[in-house]
């Protein structure tokens, strides 16, 4: 008896000492916890080459959202090729906002030569710090590298230290030719030449001054403004490093002043400074949220995706566009409208980082006179507009008037609309609505009322406008569903804003008298006097099912017809590329078919996905990948509706998910877990009070604030419930009569750091 009151006593003691240590946290409170060796996990993640990678879509690239550095062996050649880009570097070339004149431009590389031939190597991206390393073996030694673009400054920095006869290894710098790249794909292409103008004047070359330690590149532009490329070698020991940095200015041409000053600012604060701050903007944006599946190559992919963003774009720097900061000779030297960098920034919202939207919301917001400059002048008054390519600052060749111009692509400024709304949803910041959005989204929508006309059913009409990819139709699906949408979209803010706008009428007529989507037997149609004839890429014709969720599973007759039209898109499969798969994927997942969604994905790994997750069709373009780690995202968040859908598409060898603060609209921070084919447990914190509609696959949900109180919930259907939560509560739902383990951990899936160059 005394040994078992002692025994009783000691029990306790330690659970009051585990108790006060937080590690009876998750079992005590109704709270959900992650448990994760962050460094360990993202160690998993790495992209491992035991080959050296050759070309772009192999190599290991580093980026902060304006510079970009690439690296790889220079294919047929003895040197290791890294690769410069700059965000920034332009033509300005007034003749037209074209791909031509106003493209962005190449800058240069700088080839490493070792002593001795280059007999291998291996390379590593460890994403956790953002740095990548190589060991080169040659004929008379080894060289090992370790590089990283700085999170937060303006500086490319690569050390470099050898073995055996490697110590004069050498440094040269090879500038860039400064024409449109377009130009130069049309010049060396043997297939798809883009049209370039026959008087087009090449830039004068770069004039090089440069040491064994140091130099700059110096390059004029016909257009006025220039780029400078500096760098500085220094060593200690048997370490070498190199300092690099590239600036561009326009007007003005001081950019060899500003590209020496802030290369002079990181010498003196020195590699071990600069390193740890580097490490530890990237330790705190990983952190943001977490996911972990069971299915590694998936898991593998989308960290990649997550370091992917970071690196291309931030909230105060570069738009991404087709190439992010990584640059090459392409046919797409700018901004793509039409699909490219709507799919680009659809991960940030559920992965909860919104801190890299600023980028998109610039670009937009900022430049509203461009935007107006953009359609023909007859219809600028109270009007915004896109064409399908711009810079950075939103310029564009003149939109199309609807059935007078051939092929005019009217509806891309109200899809970047979209992602904007989308944003807004999942920041809920009214004032960017009152502000930012609704002006915006407002000018978009006028261009569509110039051209509306009602016909003899008494519906209002569009005539002839270009669906992306496709052709030009009347009706024309994709522009009809973007109207609906901007319609619907500017009354509900102009009801929660209480904007009593003079169109208000005029939102609503459109929404009761518009067309419906025009359809035959195979679903939806391109528009009404044209079908779904052939193989198309793009899902311009299913936008009303995705991204906008006009139509719906919640309707049976919309989600048979999504199936339908879904079923036969497929079907003509000849012109499919990457992203035909992403889309399939996350319509999938709207439908709930999480089996198909995996499906339609898996098509991504193989033929249109490289070893470093890059991606290329015609040229490179970084798009579809990014949109892969949305399909993931659908298949296990969704929250259209002002509702919160918790693993609506789960598939089937996904028994094991689990993911922490991921967020939704509304501004919810959403963590769950799921385990043997069940969802164990749903976290949701209100961030901004608004209404909370949870819909969950747990039959008998219990609803827990942390210090273990009933949340009151109301049930609204079969698997739905409005739950009552203020701005900064939280509720933790899990099924009735279990005690869930509530931490988020790691899933064991096997090995990891799939990506990357292997031999086998």
């Given amino acids: 008896m005394l040994h078992k009151t002692k025994y009783g006593w000691r029990v306790l003691c330690l659970s009051l000492l585990m108790l006060l240590t937080g590690t009876l946290r998750a079992e005590t409170t109704h709270k959900a916890r992650l448990e994760v060796n962050w460094e360990q996990f993202m160690h998993k993640q790495d992209l491992v080459w035991n080959v050296l990678p050759e ?11 304006m510079l970009g550095w690439m690296i790889y062996k220079e294919p047929g050649q003895n040197y290791l090729r890294f690769e410069t880009g700059d965000c920034e570097v332009h033509d300005h070339r007034p003749e037209a906002n074209d791909l031509i004149h106003k493209c962005r431009l190449l800058t240069g590389h700088f080839a490493l030569h070792p002593c001795g031939e280059i007999t291998g190597g291996q390379m590593r991206l460890d994403l956790w710090n ?20 700085h999170s937060e400054e303006m500086v490319i920095v690569t050390q470099l230290w050898t073995e055996g006869n490697e110590q004069n290894c050498r440094w040269e710098w090879n500038p860039a030719i400064a024409d449109s790249p377009r130009y130069l794909y049309a010049k060396q292409s043997k297939g798809w030449k883009p049209s370039v103008p026959e008087n087009y004047t090449s830039n004068p070359p770069a004039q090089v001054d440069s040491s064994s330690t140091e130099g700059v590149s110096y390059q004029p532009l016909l257009a006025g403004g220039e780029t400078a490329v500096t760098w500085r070698e220094t060593r200690q020991g048997n370490v070498r490093t190199l300092w690099v940095n590239l600036q561009h200015t326009y007007p003005e041409n001081n950019a060899r002043e500003l590209s020496r000053a802030t290369l002079d600012k990181a010498l003196r604060t020195g590699f071990d400074k600069l390193q740890q701050s580097h490490r530890a903007w990237w330790h705190d944006y990983y952190q943001s949220s977490f996911l972990t599946l069971p299915d590694a190559q998936k898991e593998n992919f989308y960290w990649i995706q997550m370091y992917k963003l ?45 801190e890299l939207a600023g980028s998109l919301e610039h670009t937009l917001y900022d430049h509203l006179d461009q935007l107006r400059q953009n359609l023909p002048e007859a219809y600028r008054e109270g009007a915004y507009g896109l064409a399908r390519t711009t810079d950075f600052y939103a310029a564009s060749e003149t939109v199309g008037i609807p059935g007078v111009d051939k092929n005019p692509e ?19 910041d009214d004032d960017l609505l009152r502000n930012k959005l609704f002006p915006l989204l407002k000018g978009a929508v006028n261009y569509y009322l110039y051209f509306l006309k009602e016909e003899a059913d008494g519906k209002l009409h569009l005539p002839a406008t270009f669906s992306p990819e496709y052709g030009s139709a ?20 102009a009801d929660r804003l209480h904007i009593d706008d003079p169109l208000l009428p005029k939102w609503k007529h459109v929404l009761a008298n518009l067309t419906p989507y025009p359809q035959d037997e195979n679903g939806l149609r391109i528009g009404r006097d044209v079908p779904y004839a052939n193989s198309h890429r793009h899902y311009s014709h299913l936008l009303a099912a995705y991204p906008l969720y006009l139509l719906n599973r919640e309707d049976a007759a919309d989600s048979a017809l999504i199936k339908q039209s879904l079923d036969y ?51 490179p373009v970084i798009e579809t990948p990014l949109s892969g780690a949305q399909s993931i995202h659908d298949m296990l968040l969704q929250s259209w509706g002002d509702k919160i859908r918790v693993f609506p598409a789960v598939p089937d060898a996904w028994q094991d998910v689990a993911y922490y603060d991921f967020r939704t609209e509304g501004a919810f921070t959403v963590s769950a877990s799921r385990r043997a084919g069940k969802t164990a447990f749903i976290e949701i914190t209100s961030r901004a009070g608004e209404p909370c509609i949870l819909v969950t696959d747990i039959d008998r949900p219990v609803f827990k604030a942390p210090d273990g109180k009933t949340v009151r919930a109301t049930r609204l259907g079969t698997d739905t419930w409005q739950v009552n939560l203020q701005k900064g509560e939280s509720c933790l739902v899990y099924p009735e009569g279990e005690k869930p383990d509530l931490t988020v951990r790691a899933v064991e899936n096997g090995k990891g750091n799939l990506f990357g160059k292997k031999q086998h």
């Fill in 55 to 65: 070309y772009w879509y192999e190599s290991a690239y580093m980026g902060n959202g």
């Fill in 130 to 149: 953002a740095e990548t390393t190589a060991d080169i073996t040659t004929t008379r030694g080894k060289i090992h590298i370790r590089s990283f673009v």
């Fill in 310 to 354: 970071a690196s291309a774009t931030r909230g105060d720097r570069a738009l991404m566009d087709c190439t992010g900061p990584w640059l090459t000779v392409t046919p797409w030297p700018n901004a793509w409208w039409n699909l490219n960098v709507q799919l680009s920034y659809w991960p940030l919202n559920a992965s909860n980082r919104l």
């Fill in 410 to 428: 009217v509806g891309n400024l109200t899809w970047a609309c979209h992602n904007l709304w989308l944003i807004y949803r999942h920041k809920m």
């Fill in 474 to 493: 009347e009706d024309c699906h994709y522009d009809l569903a973007l109207l609906r949408w901007g319609c619907q979209t500017l009354v509900k803010a």
């Fill in 569 to 619: 898109w497929q079907s003509k499969a000849g012109a499919h590329q990457g992203y035909s798969l992403t889309g399939a994927s996350s319509i999938s997942s709207a439908l709930g078919n999480g089996n198909d969604a995996l499906n339609y994905l898996n098509g991504l790994f193989g033929r249109f996905l490289s070893v470093n997750t890059l991606y290329r069709e015609s040229g």
